[in-house]
């Protein structure tokens, strides 16, 4: 098998031929004529060995291996736009490109005043950030898709490398006149008769949730799903709903809503942030900078 021969050309004719649905509608995608675009993927399925797609009348529909080099190729163009993005950066006076993903608890509690502080000191290294939930971050990084992410312990993290970035302590949201609002500290069990406003099911938070509930042997009474913090507490205060969020997330509604923050004495309650990479050694030399300062960060809450 000898694919050096081949050009981008013909790896980008592929994709458009493989979402397309046609030989024909991917060789005008690509501005190439149908029979040169034809012979490319003739001779690309010659060189592997095996047939990629199966013609007919009306199209073409890729076979398993067709699926599996679609997939490969799809990584490659998003590898070669990475390269060109940070290429170009260079020739404007960006000394490097960092891909970080991190979860909502990370970015709205912590993030922000740790990439400004970053940025200030860097100001030639540009950083991409993308918010997701802590099971994507890591297959992100997995998948180098991201060169760093942070996410919450208890996450699945096989094959990456993990750092302590910071803790955060979960508390009850209580909305004002609730039969808890006057509670000093309360266990997670003693909150399981009262109604719930939660975030989406594959949060690191709603699955630690659930996990605990079911570890207790009860059930947790989930009403309403949000997608945000500010959503859980705005819903709060109109449904008399409760809730767990970061403490310090959930403080800024606190005091414009009038909530209560009730500590949990559980001791899952105080999280940690993890920092994965898959490798250490093998980051760029700006996305080590950008480690090693979130290193240095403070880990108490």
Known sequence: MNLARFDLVTFSLFIAVARQGSISAGARQSHLAVGAASKRISDLEAALGTQLLYRHASGVELTD????????????????????????????????????????????????????????????????????NSTNIVK????????????????????????????????L???????????????????????????SQNTSLALRLQEESERLGRTLKLRIQVRGFDSICRMAVATQCIGILPRLAASPHSRSMRLSLIPLSDCWARRKLLIGVRDSEALTAAARLLLAHLQRQPPAA
């Open 65 to 132: 291996a067709g699926q599996a080099f679609l997939h490969h190729s799809l990584r490659m163009a998003h590898e070669m736009e990475q390269m060109t993005s940070a290429l170009s950066d260079y020739a404007f006076g960006v000394k490097g490109h960092i891909r970080l993903a991190a979860n909502t608890s990370a970015i709205t509690q912590f993030l922000a005043d740790d990439l400004a502080a970053f940025m200030r000191a860097h100001p030639a290294i540009r950083i991409s950030l993308k918010e997701e």
């Open 173 to 199: 949201i209580v909305p004002p006149h609730h039969p808890l609002a006057d509670c000093k500290q309360i266990s997670f069990a003693d909150t399981l008769s009262y109604d719930y406003i939660g975030l």
């Open 140 to 171: 992100a990084v997995v998948d180098n898709l991201a060169d760093l992410g942070i996410f919450a312990d208890r996450t699945s993290c096989a094959g990456l490398h993990t750092y302590l970035y910071r803790y955060d302590d979960l508390v």
